[in-house]
């Protein structure tokens, strides 16, 4: 971005050349030249007018996961920094867009609240997971989501509730430089030692299928409607494909692992191996669900 960015932009808190390896959880891409992080929901507001007012470009990251970043960023990066405070009435609970989606699952736990049990292997960020309607084991956010406020790409502030149409699998409404601020999910009692449980059991699950010990976005590719990504990867014979540090999971199929050295190239020349291979065996060709961002393509939406 070769243009200077307006002095009301630079009075938000932010950050500058910080590599993507940080944010992320995979740990691979290039460097963010701009990141702001925000406090309060009046600097999130004052960041989206000022690029409103100015046309310049941005990006939303949440926790960093469901992100692969193949280059610099050169645009102005948001990350909410917003405090992390729960609120509770009655059975409804309500986090900043900014608190960490397992953590969330785990107060809600905690406090006798059940519904979210299904998050409490999700990584990442609540605005995130919105967002992308994250979901597992049968259950998804919109199935529990209550109300939520984000700003519009003008800046203008919305609180609502969900309408038909606005969510749907691992997508959402909510691209296109909408900023998830906050959510409430709506919950039901239940005793903490068997919410506990059930989480434990999901998360065992998870642990028995996903390797989750080595760096990774998540599932790299959608399912197809009535097929299973990682089915499809392993019955063509992609499962250990490795180039560099970046390999398809022996594990999971649908996983795509960074074993420490991964460069941006390589995870990419992996993904386009394993769309190629998938289309050669079974004429479908996947589509990612993680985000990608490269420099020069238009900033849609961010890493959960």
């Not at 960041?47 to 970043?69: D, I, K, Q, T």
């Not at 995130?128 to 003008?154: Q, Y």
């Not at 399912?223 to 019955?235: D, K, W, Y």
């Amino acid at each position: 971005m070769s243009r200077p960015l307006p002095d009301e932009l630079l009075k938000v808190p932010h950050r500058r050349d910080v590599p993507f390896a940080r944010l992320t959880t995979l740990g691979v891409g290039g460097l963010c030249r701009w990141l702001f992080e925000p406090t309060t929901e009046a600097e999130a507001q004052a960041f989206v007018r000022a690029c409103a007012r100015e046309g310049l470009p941005y990006r939303v990251l949440g926790g960093g996961s469901n992100l692969v970043v193949l280059d610099d960023i050169e645009v102005p990066v948001l990350r909410l920094a917003l405090p992390k405070e729960l609120h509770r009435d009655g059975t409804s609970l309500t986090a900043p867009a900014s608190h960490g989606h397992i953590a969330l699952a785990e107060a809600a736990a905690a406090a006798g609240l059940s519904g979210l049990e299904f998050a409490g292997g999700i990584p990442g960020s609540l605005g995130g997971a919105i967002r992308m309607n994250a979901g597992a084991h049968g259950c998804e956010w919109v199935e529990v989501l209550e109300r939520f406020r984000f700003l519009t790409p003008e800046g203008d502030l919305v609180d609502k509730a969900p309408d038909p149409g606005e969510f749907g699998y691992r997508r959402s409404f909510l691209g296109g430089g909408r900023i998830v601020l906050s959510a409430s999910a709506r919950l039901a009692e239940g005793d903490p030692g068997a919410i506990r449980a059930r989480m434990a059991g999901f998360r065992d699950r998870r642990s028995a299928s996903q390797p989750l010990a080595v760096r990774n976005a998540g599932c790299i590719f959608k399912n197809p409607p009535g097929q299973s990504a990682g089915r499809l990867i392993e019955q063509a014979g992609l499962k250990g494909l490795r180039i560099g540090d970046a390999e398809v999971s022996p594990r999971h199929g649908n996983f795509l692992v960074n074993h420490g050295h991964a460069t941006a190239a390589e995870f990419a020349e992996l993904m386009e191996r394993v769309r190629a291979g998938v289309r050669a065996a079974h004429g479908l060709l996947l589509e990612p669900e993680v985000e990608i961002w490269q420099d020069g393509t238009p900033p849609a939406a961010g890493g959960r």
